[in-house]
């Protein structure tokens, strides 16, 4: 079985987001990185895949430089090879179409039985790559995957999906298919020592975005904008709580009119 | 210029943000309904056409097909892409619900058309749809362009507040049948699994009341379901409280949770992490409290109390109730 995992490199949760050139741009001189918390649960069901129906398992990343770190990780956990897509030195926009398409080159090079993804990248929170991907590909996709199943060996798979109000969904799907993982799904693994070492003789390859891009992006940001900060709240304390409760209540009801 | 706008359905009700769509359509047209059409899917349907004529729907398509019936992505597509064809749509609306996020993206991509999710805004310039989305779970803002002729939009729930036009609108309805390529259905549904509540998600919910840590175990979890339940809240958890067990994952707020934002947001035992303010700080309205003074959920609270939880949520039970029993 050949198990593909798109993985990307986010600004780290604890991120404070500033402005640059007059809301132009963000500026990204202070961010820190990680990868995408929920590409952690696609990499883990990936190396719990093979090693379940045996096969190859590769990861694949579009960024500059600096993603091979999220790559080495996967491969630290088991992972046994990466295609990186380079773009240093691009210098437009890039919006999740253009993402898609270049992943749906390597996509078609590698010819995966499964490809797993995040369900959503934390850092733009749009979740268009793994739809997308499934879409120029031709294969079915199933996103905020709590459970896999695999059926005839990998020919297809029992997965659930989960929706609002704790509503899930049971589909039957035809291999190839793009799966996007949800935090349910599995326990990533901590990257183990002897893993670590290894990661770092895997075969990593490099491809140029420049020869992967077709399209120009269907989409522009034009700006971006901090929101709005509140100003200092009520906050009661010392008196009783009985009157503090009813204040507070009280308040919802009268200034705030929310209840 | 045609707007569509794709009004869900789940287990028979029509989802709320119906509303929200269309009253941000008629901004779009200027309040022209004749060009808002409105797509429903799924059995017995029909039934929700009106409601959507008087939030001003002009025109309703009532899809009953035996692979439409209980969502599937793919005859979803099709579906909608076969009206895209007919009409020629400038917009093409949604919610940004699990429903909505699931399939708007592959949609865009098989009409190689610009694709915004998530949106709290929609506007023209000129001829090109603009909309302002929150990104980095709402710690910036961004106006995103979208550059193709036709452009997908999914709007976040509960953002639009829901302006009924006229009370005693007909709709004007037209049954749909849609061509089904059934090959290309490589996904298909075998089971809809209920979900334990009947409450709205937290991403469409109004009133939410949260536990972190503090909470404990998963047995006190039960004083905020006994308190949601006297206003009709649905219950949120950090991820402290979920990773410990005390919550289950599909209740997390934050940045790797839910986003949420809800008329009332109501913090109990949350210390106010930067991943956790960045999934809820969008909440009109944000209550805390929490046996710590300095916790920094205080600074974004429009209302807090220092105090124990266990304490307060009976006596927050009692004056809620008072205030439902009296209205
Ligand atoms: C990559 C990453 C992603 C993350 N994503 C999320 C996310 O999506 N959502 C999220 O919530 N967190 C997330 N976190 C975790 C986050 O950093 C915090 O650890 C978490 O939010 C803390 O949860 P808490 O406020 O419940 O717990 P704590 O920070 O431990 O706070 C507990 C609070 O309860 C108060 N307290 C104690 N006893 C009482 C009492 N009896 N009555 C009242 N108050 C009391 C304490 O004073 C304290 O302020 C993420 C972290 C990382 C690294």
Redesign the pocket.
């Known amino acids: 079985m050949k198990i593909l995992v798109l993985v990307k490199h986010v600004p780290?949760?604890?991120t404070k987001v500033k402005l640059a050139a007059g809301g132009k741009n963000l500026d990204d001189s202070e961010f820190k990185y990680?990868v995408n918390?929920y590409d952690e649960f696609a990499i883990e069901e990936a190396v719990r895949t093979q090693e379940k129906l045996t096969g190859e398992s590769v990861v694949v990343s579009l960024g500059p430089t600096r993603v091979q770190e999220a790559m080495r990780k996967a491969m630290a956990m088991g992972i046994d090879r990466g295609v990186w897509i380079n773009t240093d030195g691009h210098g437009g926009e890039l919006d999740s179409f253009c993402v898609a398409t270049a992943l749906a080159k390597v996509v078609a090079e590698e010819k995966p039985d499964v490809v797993f993804v995040g369900q959503k990248a934390i850092d733009d929170d749009s979740a268009h790559v793994g739809p997308m991907l499934a879409e120029l590909c031709g294969m079915p996709h199933v996103q905020v995957v709590t459970k896999v199943e695999w059926q005839d060996g990998a020919q297809s798979a029992r997965v659930e999906r989960e929706v609002e109000g704790g509503i899930i969904e049971v589909y039957d799907v035809k291999s190839p298919m793009v799966l996007g993982a949800h935090k349910s799904l599995n326990e990533p693994r901590f990257p183990p020592l002897p893993g670590i070492m290894k990661a770092k003789k895997k075969p990593l390859a490099e491809k140029k975005l420049s020869d992967l891009l077709s399209d120009a992006p269907l989409t522009t940001v034009r700006n971006y904008a901090l929101p709005s900060e509140k100003s200092p709240g009520k906050v009661f304390k010392g008196e009783p709580l009985p009157e503090m409760v009813k204040k507070v209540v009280g308040l919802l009801r009268s200034e705030a009119k929310v209840i | 210029m045609n707007i569509l706008v794709y009004a869900e359905v789940r287990n028979g009700k029509l989802k709320s943000t119906a509303g929200e769509l269309l009253t941000e359509a008629r901004r779009l047209t200027g309040g022209k309904t004749d060009s808002i059409h409105a797509v429903l899917l799924g059995e017995g349907c029909a039934a929700h056409a009106k409601t959507l004529a008087t939030y001003g729907a002009g025109k309703v398509f009532v899809v009953e097909h035996a692979t439409t019936n209980t969502y599937q992505c793919e005859p979803h597509i099709q579906t909608i892409s076969q009206l895209i064809q007919k009409n020629s749509y400038k917009v093409v609306l949604g919610a940004a619900s699990p429903t909505g996020r699931d399939f708007f993206p592959r949609l865009a991509a098989r009409h190689k058309s610009g694709m915004l999710t998530d949106v709290v805004s929609v506007s023209l310039d000129g001829e090109k749809v603009v909309v302002r989305r929150p990104m980095y779970a709402g710690k910036c803002i961004a106006e995103v362009m979208s550059q193709t002729p036709v452009t997908f939009v999914t709007i976040r729930p509960n953002v639009i507040p829901a302006e009924l036009l006229n009370a005693a609108a007909e709709a004007s309805v037209e049954n749909f049948q849609p061509n089904i390529d059934a090959a290309a259905v490589k996904s298909k549904i075998v089971e809809v699994r209920k979900g334990k509540s009947e409450k709205p998600d937290l991403t469409e919910a109004s009133l939410i009341i949260s536990g972190?840590?503090?909470m404990g175990n998963s047995d006190n979890f039960k004083i905020l379901h006994d308190l949601a339940d006297v206003v009709g809240a649905t219950v949120g958890?950090?991820?402290?409280?979920v990773d410990s067990g005390y919550a289950p994952h599909d209740m997390?707020?934050?940045?790797?949770?839910k986003t949420v934002n809800p008329n009332l947001y109501i913090a109990?035992?949350?210390?106010?992490?930067?991943?956790?303010l960045?999934?809820m700080r969008t909440s009109k309205i944000i209550v805390a409290?929490?046996?710590?003074p300095d916790?920094p959920?205080f600074q974004k609270a429009d209302y807090g109390i220092v105090?124990?939880?266990?304490q307060?949520v009976p006596l927050f039970k009692e004056e809620l109730k008072k205030i439902v029993e009296h209205s």
């Open positions: 780290d949760t604890e990680m918390p | 972190g840590r503090a958890a950090s991820r402290a409280a997390q707020v934050g940045q790797t949770g109990f035992g949350i210390s106010g992490s930067i991943q956790h960045a999934g409290v929490n046996t710590d916790a959920i105090a124990d939880l266990f307060a």
